[in-house]
């Protein structure tokens, strides 16, 4: 269950680099809800202890939205390792974020 | 209680008070639109405005919404499609700085266009947006907004039910705030989508449809209001154009004829033909001069165009034959002088190519001069070239308009006809005899040997005209004419 192997040679990002998250939400409405989940069970399963998530209500920051031109909820932004990556939606499907995170690997 | 009877009169069927009142709305600033709007957009609720690519409908909400901004309603416009600073820019051509009213934060441009390299995984909906959206309408005191291309948007959702849910979120969103909305969304040929944002329709309070169509190789623009609550509003498709300062709608034909009396007798620049006809023409009426090519039709006018101008008043000549300089140089062989005319600003010729524009941007352009120029007297040179405007119905259109407007401006009106025929009298009936209040009629007659000109007076209401023929002479000096 550790991303280790990548396509095309892409820089590795074994050794333990610290992924940094920023995942915007509304509330508590169910999206944001299971968004939250569905991220906490991704790094616990792919990202053990080596994750940082910053969440942002945009009905209590609607200026770091607006900064971050995050236009709908819930949207999670992969700040680190570069390059940035953009979800939206409440990350239900799992196969989907990881290959969006570069995070395929032997979990599949 | 008291009175029951005196209070059932003023309540209908359903017992209800009878208060007809029209709901608040707020004007577009598009002159003729608020015409056909009975006023304007609906106040604080939200107007739908549709039209395939390149229709003009972005155009008409920012104009709408720039026109608040004036009116002292701040305005945000929201960008699903294009780029702020296109638009910015598209906007500067027409004149208007945008980045001046957003510096007073009087405007807003949203960037709301999405990445198109974001990975969907899972529903969501447009909170953040609408976040951001509440803090600056908070910020800025906003009014009015404009939510462009909010079909961009809706192509995220690949579920119709989703599509239609968020939107009623934004409806409510909006009506809750009491903006006053412009929705533009792009419609598709029936075929491909037929009801796809059909429930779009229903939501709005208002509904606009805009369009550009081609016949006879003429682009029109159109718009048409679908429906209005609670208001009434003008029912027929009515032609706008994109001019230089933005959208002009064209103004309705009016239904009721507001047409000012004829005025005194004004002398036609020649004395025989102020004899035959009882005085001259009168004032504020109409004139058809009809004849073959090469009768002396341009000639007639330009010697009553002359007279006028020589008396101080001042001539508009819309001539769609020729050129202005080619028109004062033909001009000098009867010896009329125009030159000097045009100099001092009391005529004033403006020469198009009747297939150049589509027939409402022909009438833009001479309304617009009716204005400007302020004259008393009006030359169409010749009605029979307005049918390459693009057809027989939009040259009628184009000269019946204007022949409304300058009978209810008190201009007088003469309209040259060529006629190809020898059967001249029955194509004079063809554009519309009633309304002409004089007819002149100019034709070539072989007389001992040689072309003569001949003139009657075929009609002149409400005046004992001549109908002697008489011998129409073009001279180095101006018109001569004689008994036949």
């Known amino acids: 269950m550790k991303a280790r192997r990548h396509e095309g040679g892409r820089s590795a990002t074994a050794g333990g680099e610290t992924y940094v998250f920023r995942l915007f939400v509304a509330g508590n409405d169910s999206n944001s809800t299971q968004a939250r989940e569905n991220l906490a069970r991704l790094c616990e399963e792919h990202l053990k202890g080596r994750h940082e998530i910053k969440t942002v209500d945009v009905l209590k920051d609607a200026e770091t939205a607006r900064k971050h031109h995050v236009l709908v909820t819930p949207t999670l932004i992969l700040i680190k390792p570069h390059p940035k990556v953009t979800v939206l939606g409440n990350l239900g499907d799992t196969r989907q974020v990881l290959l969006a995170l570069r995070l395929t690997g032997d979990g599949r | ?484």
């Not at chain 2, 960037?111 to 909906?125: H, K, M, T």
């Open chain 2, 1 to 484: 209680m008291a009175t029951p009877t005196r209070r059932a009169q003023h309540r209908d069927v359903a017992g209800l008070p009878k208060r007809r009142k029209e709901i608040p709305k707020v004007p577009t600033g598009i002159a003729g639109l608020d015409e056909v709007l009975r006023g304007g957009l609906p106040a604080g609720r939200m107007t739908l405005l549709n039209g395939g690519a390149g229709s003009g409908k972005s155009l008409m909400g920012l104009q709408c919404l720039l026109h608040g901004v004036g009116a002292g309603e701040p305005g945000i416009l929201v960008l699903f499609e294009e780029r702020a600073a296109a638009v910015r820019q598209n906007a500067w051509s027409l004149g208007w700085d945008l980045a001046s009213l957003e510096r007073d934060n009087r405007l807003y441009l949203m960037d709301a266009r999405l990445n198109p390299e974001v990975v969907i995984s899972g529903d969501f909906s447009i909170k953040g947006l609408l976040a951001i959206l509440d803090q600056q309408v908070k910020a800025m005191r906003a009014r009015r907004i404009v939510i462009d291309a909010v079909d961009t948007l809706l192509h995220l959702y690949d579920s119709p039910m989703r599509e239609r849910h968020e939107l009623y979120a934004l409806h409510e969103w909006l009506l809750d705030r009491g903006l006053t909305t412009i929705m533009t969304v792009k419609t598709v040929p029936q075929e491909e989508a037929p009801s796809r944002y059909a429930f779009l329709d229903f939501m709005a309070d208002c509904v606009i449809h805009v369009d550009q169509r081609v016949t006879a190789q003429v682009a029109t623009r159109r718009l048409r209001v679908i429906k209005y609550r609670g208001s009434g509003y003008g029912r027929n498709e009515y032609p706008f154009i994109i001019s230089e300062n933005g959208i002009n709608v064209i103004p309705i034909t009016s239904n009721v004829l507001q047409h000012r009396p004829p005025g005194p007798k004004v002398s036609s620049g020649q004395a025989r033909l102020d004899d035959i006809l009882a005085g001259g023409y009168k004032r504020g009426t109409s004139i058809l001069i009809v004849g073959t090519a090469g009768a002396g039709k341009t000639t007639l006018a330009c010697v009553f165009a002359q007279a006028a101008c020589l008396r101080g008043e001042r001539v508009l000549y819309l001539n769609f034959e020729e050129s202005p300089e080619s028109m004062v140089s033909n001009m000098l062989s009867p010896g009329l002088a125009l030159q000097p005319l045009i100099k001092t600003g009391r005529l004033v010729v403006q020469s198009y190519l009747p297939e150049a524009m589509g027939v409402e941007e022909h009438l833009f352009h001479a309304l617009k001069a009716l204005d400007v120029v302020q004259p008393q007297h009006v030359v169409v040179d010749a009605i029979s070239a307005c049918q390459r405007m693009g057809s027989e119905h939009a040259a009628f259109d184009y000269l019946m308009r204007v022949l409304n407007a300058c009978k209810e401006r008190g201009i007088t009106c003469i309209y040259l006809n060529q006629a190809t025929g020898l059967d001249i009298v029955a194509e004079i009936s063809g554009i519309g005899f009633s309304i002409i209040d004089t007819v002149i009629l100019l034709r070539h007659l072989p007389i001992d040997g040689a072309m003569k000109r001949q003139l009657v007076v075929m009609k002149s209401r409400g005046s004992k005209h001549s109908e002697q023929f008489h011998e129409f002479q073009i001279t180095d000096r101006g018109i001569d004419l004689v008994k036949a």
